[in-house]
């Protein structure tokens, strides 16, 4: 009954007749939730540092090494030592015989639906639902500060978030690079808004690569833009006050954003070969700049893996063959890439997606920092999404087609037309070149080396001014903010409170 009747950001906890004490975390995930089990139950929290004690032995080198080779290879295990997360829409319950985890929720009930929509109608179902949970959101606080990058999923949320709230304030970051300043676009936001555009820019001085960016989150994945983000937003609540702030973050995973052939996979595999299928091949097409025989030659390899186990995808560069070998065998997957039987790839594609989503919205400190609020992650929006077939994702040749469709006439016809967007990339490359010696100092002989985790001959490769060295340089980044992580909870020393907000 409570999955059906409410929705929100919630801990459910039900004590059952026989005094047994069930915890659930609801679907959408946007409340964190931790554990750590006992011979006579179990301790939950949403801060992990409720939980754990900073000091040798706290951090779980395997799993850093899990998350930094895929973070499709994670599952409820963190990386801190016996810290288990409570994934969305699971509930584990305690009682004199023990402990027990049960799935209340799963994307996989949502992806089968009895009749496909068409899509106009998937469209107006999305455009009312979305209406419904973003304002609802923002009736929920007295004035919110949202980033606004430009792009269309932040575009849906303030304009769904205008009328019902209170005070709404537009902040737009900009960065150094290609595609790190889309003020242009915020702008064309905004005016339509009738609300000012606050412009600030990311100041590297904010950066320090040897302290973490969200130490108190239990895996090591937050960039390093992230702490110039935090004091961006800290010195503006300490002009303006606000106290929540919102984000389109999830959008792209929600609103299914796949560039492969699995659509037209899923719609020969639902409709087999009707005349639409040929559409699907087009708008792939379109979408992709693919020819037909390269699309279909995808589909084709996509198709024959169909029932296979899924393969998770490593990207091992930084990492020593030697330690990820070593790691131990068997390490359950995520429970929802454990697909029923008749699941379609596209769809697969989309709850890993969503899976992945899941890890972004929780970056944010709760006890100090804005409340924050990612609305495209609502359960009523997500299952919406999850029973839209893929292939209607696609139509037309756009990405997020179905979302473009229901905001006509909301969202300004220049941001619903975008098909790329710009980002902090070239703010990270300037955060690199800032810090490369320093970044080799702090790699070589750390906690992640000593352990014999990292191959270090990828910083030979970072500094060169090519695609490869650009991602080469993200990647020390990321095995540096590891590093830092790693080394802030091996420590027994307070956090900096230049990484708090007051």
Not at 13 to 37: E, H, K, M, Q
Not at 204 to 226: K, R
Not at 418 to 440: Q, V
């Given at each position: ?36 089990t ?7 929290a ?123 304030h ?37 950066v ?44 792209d ?31 792939i ?29 490593c ?17 359950p ?34 006890q ?17 999404c ?117």
């Amino acid at each position: 009954m409570l999955l059906q009747e409410y929705w929100g950001a919630y801990v459910a906890i039900v004590v059952g007749p026989d005094n047994a004490v069930s915890v659930l975390r609801d679907p959408s995930g946007l409340l964190p939730c931790y554990y750590r089990t006992r011979a006579d139950g179990a301790v939950f929290a949403g801060d992990v540092a409720d939980l754990l004690s900073r000091g040798v032995g706290a951090v779980n080198l395997t799993e850093i090494g899990r998350l930094l080779a895929s973070p499709d290879a994670m599952g409820r295990s963190t990386c801190l030592s016996g810290v288990s997360e409570l994934l969305p829409g699971e509930c584990l319950s305690s009682s004199k015989g023990g402990n027990t985890l049960d799935e209340w929720w799963s994307p996989w009930h949502w992806t089968c639906p009895e009749t496909m929509p068409e899509f106009d109608d998937a469209a107006a179902r999305l455009r009312k639902v979305v209406l419904d949970c973003v304002g609802s959101w923002a009736s929920c606080f007295q004035s919110i500060l949202i980033g606004v990058s430009g792009g269309l999923d932040s575009s849906i949320v303030a304009c769904c978030a205008q009328p019902g709230a209170a005070g709404l304030h537009c902040v737009n970051l900009v960065s150094s690079g290609a595609g790190g300043d889309e003020r242009r676009y915020a702008s064309a936001l905004t005016h339509a808004l009738g609300l000012r555009l606050h412009e600030r820019h990311f100041d590297i001085a904010s950066v320090d690569i040897e302290q973490p960016a969200a130490p108190t989150h239990p895996w090591p994945n937050a960039a390093y833009f992230l702490q110039a983000m935090q004091a961006t937003h800290c010195a503006f609540r300490d002009h303006q006050p606000v106290d929540a702030y919102f984000s389109g973050n999830g959008g792209d995973n929600v609103f299914c954003s796949l560039r492969t052939a699995a659509p037209f996979v899923d719609r020969f595999m639902s409709q087999g070969s009707r005349s639409g299928i040929m559409n699907t091949l087009r708008d792939i097409g379109v979408l992709t700049g693919a020819d037909g025989m390269t699309i279909l030659r995808h589909a084709w390899d996509i198709y024959r893996k169909v029932g296979a186990p899924l393969q998770t995808m490593c990207d091992m560069s930084g990492l020593s063959p030697s330690f990820f070998e070593a790691m131990a065998p068997g390490q359950p997957l995520h429970p929802w890439l454990n697909p029923p039987p008749d699941a379609l790839p596209g769809k697969i594609g989309h709850v890993k997606q969503l899976l992945r989503a899941h890890r972004s919205i929780e970056l944010y400190p709760r006890q100090t920092y804005l409340t924050h609020i990612a609305p495209l992650m609502s359960q009523p929006v997500v299952e919406l999404c999850l029973r839209i077939p893929t292939w209607l994702w696609v139509h037309g040749g756009a990405n997020r087609a179905v979302a473009r469709a229901a905001f006509k006439g909301i969202v300004p016809d220049e941001l619903l037309g975008r098909t790329s967007k710009g980002g902090p990339s070239g703010f990270m490359r300037e955060i690199y070149l800032a810090n490369r010696s320093k970044a080799e100092d702090f790699l070589r002989g750390g906690i992640l080396d000593r352990a014999g985790l990292l191959d270090l001959s990828i910083l030979s490769q970072a500094p060169l001014p090519t695609a490869a060295g650009s991602q080469s340089a993200r990647r020390v980044l990321a095995i540096c903010a590891a590093e830092a992580w790693a080394q802030w909870w091996n420590s027994s020393d307070g956090l900096r409170a230049d990484h708090r907000m007051n």
